[in-house]
């Protein structure tokens, strides 16, 4: 019984049995190999219709250099009059206030720095804010103390009067005004 079992259980070479199945037979009518089917060429363009996409493609970059040259543009229409944009009043002062520094080394210096502490304090708040209990324990005090501002200072005439004062002060202060 053990040499009928030895010969049962034997296992011919691997090429003959793929994952333990049984060897398929071959077919005289397949290939070897797959091959796939050839792609279709590729549509051709008419000459007329490359020439036209040339022809835009190189007004487009005329009227690109014209108007960065300031001359008219380069088409079949009118030339447009490209008229000078003023400034916002904004950006002339700023411009101004630019030119007036001495240092501006340390200003940009100052603003940069400035930069970079609001960032990191922006990553200090998003930091507070994912601990447990503390951004609601913030927002309540936040809460009582817009309370207590507006009851110290917006309730009545006289407080009102004497805040504006002192923000006008502080702000000629910061600008420098007698």
């Known amino acids: 019984m053990a040499s009928a079992s030895s010969n049962a259980l034997s ?22 190999c797959v091959t796939l089917p050839t792609l279709p060429p590729p549509p051709v363009q008419s000459q007329s219709r490359a020439r036209k996409t040339t022809a835009y493609c190189r007004k487009i970059a005329r009227n690109v250099m014209a108007m960065a040259t300031g001359e008219a543009l380069a088409t079949r229409e009118a030339p447009v009059e490209l008229a000078p944009t003023e400034l916002p009043q904004f950006i002339t002062t700023l411009q101004q206030t630019w030119d007036k520094v001495e240092d501006k080394y340390a200003v940009s210096t100052l603003a940069v720095s400035g930069l970079v502490a609001v960032v990191g304090s922006a990553g200090l708040v998003s930091a507070i804010d994912r601990l447990p209990l503390v951004p609601g324990f ?9 309370g207590y501002f507006a009851y110290k200072y917006l309730l009545f005439k006289p407080d009102r009067d004497a805040l504006l004062k002192k923000v006008k002060e502080t702000y000629k202060e910061i600008l420098g005004i007698s």
């Not at 296992?11 to 009518?29: C, E, F, G, H, M």
């Open 138 to 146: 913030l927002e309540a005090v936040g809460i009582g103390y817009s």
């Open 11 to 32: 296992i011919p070479s691997s090429s003959t049995l793929v994952d333990a199945k049984a060897p398929r037979q071959p077919t005289a009518a397949s290939p070897p």
